[in-house]
């Protein structure tokens, strides 16, 4: 198959997925030198999709995994009825991430065999995307827990929000105009 034939596969669009556009608008031809197929590309880029998933569920699962053990804390009691709503929070939170980190591995499982890579990555990509919100969130639910605890007082919640900002800027803001300068380049 031709790169020109696999982008016809009715992808529809401009035929990119994963940050990935085409050159010129015409299915299957790629903007920087990679002469494969859509299928190529989308077992490629499931390939680094799963790395990056690897890297992000295992600290998702110590984290999450440490957030149980809280609650069976002797202290755990003795925390104000805010910090208990926190606390309910952050585990809520935890479990959503999880759900939406693991949510690609399952999602992969469940249509291998349809012919359907391309979607699949891109519907695995949206979950990460989500999931990294969602791990944002939870982060500074448990800064803001842990920091209040230990500071008692509005300190904590000025930490938790330049703490929040430096995350947005690591895991969003850097990527974003990493894509926008690569765009300019095009």
Sequence with gaps: MTDG???????GGSGGF?????ADGQPGTLRRGRH???????????AELLQELRVAQTGVQILFGFLLTVVFQPRFT??????????????????????????????????TGRRIKPQTVRWASRLTVVGLVLLLCTMASALLLILRVVLYDTTALWLVCGLVLWF??????????ARHASAGRD
């Design 36 to 46: 494969e197929t859509e299928d190529e590309r989308a077992d490629r880029l499931w």
């Design 18 to 22: 994963g940050g990935e556009d085409t």
């Design 78 to 111: 003795e925390l104000s009825p805010t910090d208990k709503d926190i606390y309910v929070v952050t585990v809520v939170l935890g479990a959503a991430t999880v759900g939406a980190l693991v949510g690609p591995v399952s999602l992969h499982r469940l249509v």
């Design 168 to 177: 947005v800027l690591c895991w969003f803001v850097l990527p974003a105009w």
């Design 5 to 11: 034939a696999a982008g016809a596969s009715g992808t």
